[in-house]
């Protein structure tokens, strides 16, 4: 009897012990082969899950515009004034609704190239007006004569079209016109060949943006569809941020550093935004990037909204404005595991800068270049309920399911083995005696 006692107790304790060593050997081996799946359908290759959703997201994808509407526009040109802007927005647009082409995948480098077809459908419901609602801004075509036309001969035809059309420094315009375009009066009456129509965004509507290349995760899982060059150069780059929970999702959260918007002095990788030395003040100005130079010659520059992380002699000569971190930084939250972006808000501002002109009569009353705010945007998209319900089922899931089984076979495991061993030991004991 006592023989049979201590054989079923070691038997037990033999069947704890490999409960727990199987628990233990499942982590690495059940991690791996979790891995390996994912891995084979995360990737941006033909046939995989992932390539079909990214050729064509289903996430919706909106862009939000903000006007900033200009309060005393004659004060400025009489008394080169402050300028006084106040916020109207948003101003909804549904976005990059049409499938990538020219998709070419690099095997060598583990990249895939594409275009991305430029599309923007309102989205009434989710703005605050209409497109047809007017607001007083900076005129496109006049604030870059003296820049596209330094010659001072050329700036006195210039002027004198500017009058003869009744152009001014500011102009009332639609949304629809400011971001997709108009006719300018005063581009017109200009008698040679010239573009007249103008816009923040024109044209838009059935062109491309790109070409992008972006990793495709093949050796690298986490890279998947990190941008790594646009249009040959490299992107603007992000860094970690903390961890959230998003749909009881687990994401990393990377945000766009103050480094990225830096001074050339602080950032030499940013020299070539600098162009103009006197109105950057010898390239010591930090928070706003010069993209003229990929914009013919007009003086646009970008920055965070409402100049977030700007030099304060940026936006002295503007005033309602209210830089804040939460609302306007830029962000994406990626899922570690797989490396798919889950969430994802991208905000920028457009600013021109206007310069004084003795030669034309709406520019010589101002005493000081200005960077004025023209709107700014969010670029933003988030996965959707269902989607990340589905999201965890298939992946999560699994990890955390595989996870729970781990924990429960290392865990009645170690407690089988302790128990029978004990009770094992015990009955010795007592047999002893």
């Known amino acids: 009897m006592g023989c049979s006692r201590n054989q079923g107790l070691i038997a037990g304790a033999v069947i704890g012990a490999v409960l727990a060593l199987f628990g233990g050997i499942l982590m690495p081996v059940g991690d791996m082969l979790i891995e390996k799946t994912i891995k084979k359908e995360v990737v941006l290759e033909e046939g995989t899950t992932a390539f079909k959703n990214w050729v064509k997201t289903g996430t919706e994808v909106y862009r939000q515009f903000w006007i900033f509407d200009v309060q005393n526009p004659d004060e400025v040109i009489a008394n080169s004034s402050n300028i006084k802007v106040k916020q109207v927005g948003p101003y909804t647009y549904r976005v990059r609704y049409l499938a990538k082409e020219n998709i070419t995948h690099d095997s060598d480098n583990y990249t895939v190239s594409f275009v991305q077809p430029n599309g923007a459908i309102f989205e009434p419901t989710l703005s605050v007006g209409s497109e047809n609602d007017t607001f007083t801004v900076l005129n496109l075509a006049v604030a870059a004569i003296p820049h596209l036309y330094p010659n001072a001969f050329v700036q006195m035809v210039l002027n004198s079209l500017i009058k003869k059309s009744k152009s001014s420094l500011f102009q009332r315009r639609t949304v629809k016109e400011l971001l997709w375009g108009y006719k300018d009066p005063f581009l017109n009456l200009v008698p040679y060949p010239i573009a007249t129509t103008i816009g923040v965004f024109f044209p838009y509507n059935n062109t491309v943006d790109g070409v992008y290349k972006v990793f495709s995760g093949k050796d690298d899982v ?142 010589k009353r101002l005493t000081s270049n200005y960077l004025v705010p023209i709107l700014w945007l969010n670029e933003t998209g988030t996965i959707g309920n269902e989607k990340a319900e589905m999201f965890k089922k298939q992946v999560t899931g699994k990890i955390n399911l595989l996870g729970l089984v781990q924990i429960v076979l290392l865990s009645v495991g170690v407690v089988m083995f302790v128990a029978f061993m004990i009770s094992y030991c015990a009955c010795r004991s007592m047999k002893a005696k």
């Open 222 to 363: 986490t890279k998947v569809a990190i941008i790594d060059t646009y249009k040959g150069k490299k992107s603007i780059y992000a860094v970690f941020g903390g961890e959230i929970n998003l749909k009881g999702i687990s994401v990393f959260r990377f945000i766009l550093p103050p480094k990225a918007f830096a001074s050339p002095i602080q950032n030499p990788d940013n020299h070539c935004f600098c162009t103009d030395r006197e109105v950057s003040n010898n390239c010591t100005y930090y928070g706003i990037l010069d993209i003229s130079k990929c914009k013919d010659g007009k003086p646009v520059i970008i920055s965070l909204p409402h100049f977030l992380h700007a030099s304060p002699e940026v936006s002295e000569k503007i005033e309602g404005l209210r830089p804040n971190e939460e609302e306007h930084s830029t962000f994406l939250d990626v899922e570690p595991i797989t490396g798919f972006t889950l969430q994802f808000a991208k905000r920028l501002q457009v600013n021109l800068l206007v310069k004084t002109s003795k030669k034309i009569d709406v520019l």
